[in-house]
């Protein structure tokens, strides 16, 4: 097994797509010396556990813009990272909603327009002819991105990480973290299994795990670990397949295509139960109430897809903060650490705002040392400390992960 350095500039913890695209940008716009250390391979945390799911409709000017950028990201990966791709394979998606949720779709979606998101409200005949198989019966009206679909995460994560080495990080994995070391009120580095590496700068992307480093110190950044249950489904050969990446507010089900007669599918409970272990599967009766719940959430809205067998079921969980949306800043705006970034709790919507996550992180850890890159969006809206100061950010159509 290789030495782990004595030492480096920055740490990043983590490499799920937040560490992975943090520890490319840190590495591209500087010299400092990069190290990205995961307790686990990369992806081997939630991000390898994924819907895979690209889209920009959202709630607030903030996360448009940041999946905007994502998207032209992932779209652009020759010229915006140059090494590897991210696997984006576009089939358009839809989100369709009932009369109680129309205004605040149309309103998303003028917002959307207004940032530069090709997207347009459709009629119910309009969703009906985009995809075949949506019963439209009872509902009011869609979001239509023709650019949306999906990636492949784990290509997305290792094409990040070749190129942070590339130029010049260091990818220690697994190397677990035991503790982040702090020294008269700063980070001076971190414990791992195999000895310490000193740093005056550590970034916590850890995703669901946050807590677990982060309360020893007194940094309390209120992330719940919540359940989702996923399923693969396949059609009957001959069956007619599904085109596009649809939700459906109403049933609360997400569901797109995947390869050859398959598609990923979660049909959402009305709440997600909590859990201590993010990648514990779920018990086989939650695997059962999964299934009851996507035959019914079908049978409403897709019934040609009930003759679907479920293939496999899989569980991860979202790191959930109080208004759904992550958290990126410094600690010391919430306790007396300095030297810690805290890029955390992205709520269910890690792999489009990732590519935005790198740059804002990267641009707010160098300050005006960052070389040859463009100013990063201001993420200030999603500081630490709102939490505390009530400042919470927009959810039109409450408390999930939709918007
Ligand atoms: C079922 C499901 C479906 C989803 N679908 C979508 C979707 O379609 N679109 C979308 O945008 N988002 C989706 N999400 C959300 C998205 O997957 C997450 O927001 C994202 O993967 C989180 O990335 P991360 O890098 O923050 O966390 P992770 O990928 O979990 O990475 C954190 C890493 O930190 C490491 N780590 C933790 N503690 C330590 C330690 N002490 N020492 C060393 N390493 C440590 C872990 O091993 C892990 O690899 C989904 C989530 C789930 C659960």
Redesign the pocket.
Known sequence: MRDIPAEADVIV?????????IGYQLARRSNRRVAV???????????????????QHYSNELMVRMALRGFHCIRNWASEVGYGDPGYVRLGYMLIVTEEQIEGLRRNVELGRRLGVDTRFVGPDEIEAIEPLVNAENLAGGAYEPDGG?ID?TKM?LSWLGAATECGADVL??????EILVADGAVSG?A?DRGEIRAPVVV???????P??LEPLGVHVPIERR????ATLEQEPGARALQSCITDGNSNL?I?PDMGRRMVA?AYPPEMPPVDD?LADAPLAAHHDHAARLERALAERLPALTMAGIVAS??????ITPDYH?VLGWAHEIADVDGLYL????????????PCIGEIVASQVLGAEQVGSAPALDAGALRPSRFAEGDLMHLTYGPS?RA
């Open positions: 913890i983590g490499a799920g797509v937040s560490g992975a695209s250390v995961d307790a686990r391979p990369p992806v081997g945390g939630i991000s390898g556990r994924t819907f895979g799911q690209i889209r999906y995460v994560v994995t697994p190397l677990a973290v035991q971190v791992t916590a992307a850890t995703g669901a795990w946050a677990d480093l359940r989702l249950d996923m997400v797109r979660v993010p899989i569980s991860g969980a979202y790191d992550p890029a955390v709790g992205l709520s269910g919507h890690g792999l489009k705002l990732s992960a």
